[in-house]
């Protein structure tokens, strides 16, 4: 079945570091891809989303592009801030199918 | 429209006693999912509404579990003699059945302690 991994947390970087959250999956076909964050005390919410093969999403200085020669989909962003200490969550669905998600990432940034 | 609700945002209960959570999603959305997240885990399928209609059940959802949306607007999650293996952090999503991009989006979960 569909399935994702994500890199095992948690992160602790500083702040205006260079961020790598590394997502692979495994899905027959084509599936679309996502990555979810969720903030302390909150429910989680869309980050970015790509629906096909070399389609790059992004928010809020957030970048993934979607390879599927790879089979992956890693969060990038130039110069994290504080205020981007949160869970990340790979995601992938298939059609009409349920959303998979991976285990998380957490992620700390210190000032 | 205010997204998705839930209801309680935290629920403390004793071994064995019953539990319900209740989703409001947002209104136009005709699908409704369940997923449930533990601690340092990314959130499990439990089962999803089109409509009124349950379509699929996870095999996380033991018998004593069930779902109901009656009206095919709000739906409600019930837990029977609940464990300390049932806490957990329960989450609603809708979204559209057409269009959308397949993006659900999330309420704020609704935290089950059972002592």
């Known amino acids: 079945g569909n399935s994702v991994t994500q890199m095992e947390g948690p992160v602790t970087l500083s702040e205006e570091a260079f961020l790598t959250i590394n997502c692979t999956y495994t899905?027959?076909?084509?599936?679309?891809l996502f990555w979810y964050v969720q903030y302390p005390g909150e429910g989680l919410q869309l980050l970015l989303k790509a629906t096909k093969a070399d389609d790059k999403g992004s928010n809020k200085g957030f970048e993934a592009t979607y390879r599927k020669e790879t089979t992956s989909f890693h969060l990038e962003k130039g110069s994290v801030q504080v205020s981007d200490s949160a869970v990340y969550f790979c995601a992938l669905v298939q059609g009409a199918q349920k959303l998979v998600f991976g285990q998380g990432t957490r992620l700390t940034i210190n000032p | 429209d205010t997204g998705v609700s839930q209801d309680p945002r935290h629920k403390i209960t004793k071994r064995g006693q019953n539990v319900t959570f209740r989703c409001d999603p947002i209104s136009e959305h005709n699908r409704l999912y369940w997923y449930r997240q533990t601690l340092g885990q990314g959130p499990e399928f439990l089962t999803y509404?089109?409509?009124?209609?349950?379509?699929?059940k996870s095999r996380l959802l033991s018998d004593r579990f069930s779902a109901e949306r009656p009206k095919g607007s709000f739906s409600t999650l019930e837990i029977q003699r609940t464990e300390q293996g049932d806490s957990a952090m329960y989450l609603c999503?809708?979204?559209?059945?057409?269009?959308?991009?397949?993006?659900?989006?999330f309420g704020a979960g609704s935290r089950l302690t059972v002592l």
């Open positions: 999503a809708s979204r559209p059945n057409l269009g959308g991009a397949n993006v659900l989006t």
């Open positions: 899905a027959t076909g084509y599936p679309s």
């Open positions: 509404f089109q409509n009124e209609a349950q379509l699929e």
